[in-house]
């Protein structure tokens, strides 16, 4: 089995999580048993809806990266750094 992809750790999360508010506002329970019902139908629901979702159907396409050739490229030298430093104090 791969490994889930972005979305389908996205939809799954927002399942579990919308379908657990959902379960616990609709039924009004405030007993544990029944807050830990609602929790795992949220969690089995979520796990349900990231398994099934349908991965990408391929990879994604980059153009081709295509480097110059070390003998043509220009060459760069750092430029001077200019700024306050021991040559240009002034006083003690």
Do not use: H, W, Y
């Amino acid at each position: 089995m791969q490994r889930p992809n972005a979305a389908q750790l996205a939809c799954g999360t927002a399942t579990v999580v919308l379908t657990t508010v959902a379960l616990l506002l609709l039924s009004g329970t405030t007993s544990t048993p029944g807050i830990i019902a609602s929790s795992l139908a949220g969690l089995v629901l979520g796990l349900f809806v990231a398994v099934t979702m349908p991965a990408r159907a391929g990879s994604v396409k980059t153009p081709g990266i295509v480097l110059p050739d070390p003998a043509e490229a220009p060459v760069r030298a750092p430029a001077a750094r200019v700024g306050a430093g021991t040559e240009t104090r002034t006083g003690p």
